[in-house]
């Protein structure tokens, strides 16, 4: 039986895991929304100094992280790094949207107040998750050219 319309053994993996970075993609995208607009922000703990800066931290370098592993394996040719169009756009989405969900808070929450300090802390977040998607595409790319040699 042939299976011609599939991809051969060595794109398959790079299939695969595009479809596994999206959904966690959409996963982390949605549990940032919750987390940012819940009615109440996070508990305050003893053992860990400033739990809101850390989730905002992470909930913004994992979402843009997976997004830009999505599209790196979404490519046509397996592993390809995003245009510098897209990747601005994913970076300027999300900053923005650190900005808006700040204000909401402010202007629309009861119990929660818009932080400039929670804006900065998702822009590092930002940065981190671009930074964390390089170091994966980088040590991808040799591990790729030692193989090849």
């Not at 109440?40 to 843009?64: L, M, R, S």
Request: charged letters at 15%; proline letters at 5%; aromatic letters at 12%.
């Amino acid at each position: 039986m042939s299976h011609s319309a599939l991809p051969d053994h060595t794109e398959a993996p790079a299939l695969r895991g595009w479809y596994f970075a999206a959904v966690a993609a959409v996963g982390a995208v949605l549990l940032q929304l919750w987390g940012l607009y819940r009615v109440v922000g996070p508990a305050q703990t003893p053992w860990v100094p400033f739990p809101d800066k850390v989730q905002h931290t992470i909930g913004f370098a994992v979402p843009v992280l997976l997004i830009l592993l999505t599209i790196a394996l979404r490519g046509s040719f397996g592993w390809q790094w995003p245009s510098q169009r897209t990747s601005v756009l994913v970076v300027a989405i999300f900053a923005m949207h650190g900005v808006v969900s700040e204000l909401i808070q402010h202007l629309w929450y009861r119990y929660r107040t818009g932080d400039l300090f929670d804006v900065l802390a998702d822009w590092t977040g930002i940065a981190l998750g671009v930074l964390l998607f390089r170091l994966i595409f980088v040590r991808r790319s040799r591990a790729v050219e030692s193989i090849a040699t």
